[in-house]
């Protein structure tokens, strides 16, 4: 079954607003979470690294005031995308490890389909 | 840096086998993985590899020979349901779990 719960699967906003994307681990502690984002026919490319109990870590060219992450218990994260515009349009996917070994292995949630009108 | 090179798109018929190559660049290196993507729908783990040679998980199995930066992902038996996008991907140098991602094959199986 699914160890990585992430909703809503599918949201429609207005451009100028802003969306939450809630991303839980089932029945195991994650200290580290990561966010992805896919746009259509390309790969996953990481956004940022989620920590729990301190500021997210984010990638090259990923805005920290527009996608705000908090990561407040050990099971919880959330990304927030702020003033939301047409080109954050696209499928955001969060993933957690159970162990921190090198050959543990990613799961995703069921990623979150976000369209800004 | 660390880069990651795999074909774009595959075609392959019911029952036969198909061979997805994956080339990699990194600094260091912390092993390799395979994913499995349907259209919409999240990744799936297939595999994980480390040491060199064939490590075989029921239909699929996984290559690697790190002497050359190269991995592949074997399919056999294939059916309709294996149409997906196959994924490779190495963590990042200093980071365990997080990991940088291909841009996948898209495998497309036909009867």
């Known amino acids: 079954g699914a160890v990585v719960s992430q909703h809503p699967s599918r949201v429609i906003c207005k451009s100028g607003t802003s969306v939450k994307i809630e991303c839980r681990s089932l029945d195991f502690q994650a200290t580290t979470m990561f966010w992805y984002r896919q746009f259509p026919k390309q790969s996953l490319m990481l956004m940022a690294t989620s920590n729990e109990g301190s500021k997210a870590t984010y990638e090259q060219g990923v805005e920290k005031d527009k996608f705000l992450i908090n990561h407040a218990s050990l099971t919880l994260s959330t990304l927030t995308v702020t003033s939301a515009h047409p080109e954050d349009s696209s499928f955001y996917i969060c993933?957690?490890?159970?162990?921190?070994?090198?050959?543990?292995?990613?799961?995703f949630g069921n990623g979150t389909r976000l369209t800004v009108t | 840096g660390q880069n990651i090179d795999q074909p774009t798109e595959m075609t392959a018929t019911e029952g036969a086998i198909v061979q997805i190559n994956c080339t990699y660049q990194?600094?260091?290196?912390?092993?390799l993985f395979w994913y499995q993507q349907h259209a919409g729908e999240a990744p799936t783990f297939l595999s994980y590899n480390v040491l060199d040679g064939l490590e075989e998980k029921g239909r699929f199995s996984s290559f690697l020979s790190r002497s050359k930066g190269y991995s592949y992902l074997l399919l056999k038996e294939l059916q309709m349901k294996d149409s997906a996008s196959y994924l490779c991907?190495?963590?990042?140098?200093?980071?365990?779990?997080?990991?940088?991602f291909g841009a996948g094959t898209r495998l497309a199986v036909h009867p």
């Open positions: 993933s957690a490890s159970i162990g921190t070994g090198l050959n543990s292995p990613l799961h």
């Open positions: 991907a190495v963590p990042f140098s200093g980071g365990y779990n997080k990991l940088i």
């Open positions: 990194t600094s260091g290196f912390n092993g």
